[in-house]
């Protein structure tokens, strides 16, 4: 019985030393947004945030939703 195997490798910006470092560039911007985003939303007064429907306890949830999406 005659077994073949390919293998293909293909080098893009996710794989090695450059996706590694892509992917902690990403995380250190991301983390830079949730900072941001959360700062700005507690410059809000509790009135301008009942506005909006959000309360202070949810900013971090409401940061970490809009940045990663979950």
Same mark, same amino acid.
């Given at each position: ?5 390919? #293998? !293909?490798?293909?080098? =893009?910006?996710? /794989? ?20 941001? #985003? !959360?700062?700005?939303? =507690?410059?809000? /007064? ?25």
């Amino acid at each position: 019985m005659a077994y073949a195997n390919t #293998t !293909v490798f293909s080098a =893009n910006a996710t /794989s090695g030393i450059q996706g590694f470092t892509a992917r902690i560039a990403e995380g250190f911007a991301n983390r830079r947004l949730y900072k941001q #985003t !959360v700062r700005e939303l =507690n410059k809000l /007064s509790s009135r301008e945030l009942a506005d909006l429907g959000l309360s202070r306890a949810g900013i971090p949830a409401i940061a970490r939703e809009s940045v990663y999406g979950h």
